[in-house]
């Protein structure tokens, strides 16, 4: 198969357009150039998946850093709620407080204060616990 090549020259003149033969290494060269191409763009997905890699174990590190820091704020936040209760609450057994107050720390806090039943305002504040926890101790304390 060959190939037609003109000149500027040829074509002012009116000339014959000029027929140059492949040369028999052009196809030879093509696939050597696609190979390399080939070559480059596997080189190129490496590089992006090791850069891919990199990111996700720098994006990990930082996850669980700061999954470490939410750990010890809630962990600090529980301290300081159960610090908040009377003592003689806190060193009452998990079995007896769940027996005779159900789970609900507002209830045990006013049996040992003795506020149940005076029908007055409360002096002291007690939060009461949030529905979403009583239902998950409930459906704790069945499965038990």
């Known amino acids: 198969m060959s190939t037609v090549a003109t000149s500027p020259l040829a074509e002012g003149n009116g000339q014959e357009e000029c027929h140059t033969p492949k040369s028999p290494g052009g196809r030879a060269a093509r696939a050597q150039n696609k190979h390399r191409q080939r070559q480059l763009a596997e080189e190129q997905r490496q590089a992006m998946i090791e850069n891919f890699d990199l990111e996700v174990e720098d994006k990990i590190r930082a996850m669980m850093a700061q999954l470490e820091a939410d750990k010890m704020d809630l962990q600090l936040r529980a301290d300081c709620e159960i610090a908040q209760l009377p003592k003689c609450v806190r060193d009452m057994p998990l ?25 007055c305002c409360d002096p002291v504040s007690v939060p009461e616990t949030p529905l979403v926890i009583r239902a998950r101790r409930k ?6």
């Open 95 to 119: 079995k007896a407080f769940m027996r005779e107050y159900g789970g609900d720390v507002s209830a045990a806090v006013r049996g040992v204060l003795g506020l149940d039943g005076q029908g």
């Open 139 to 144: 459906a704790a304390a069945h499965r038990k």
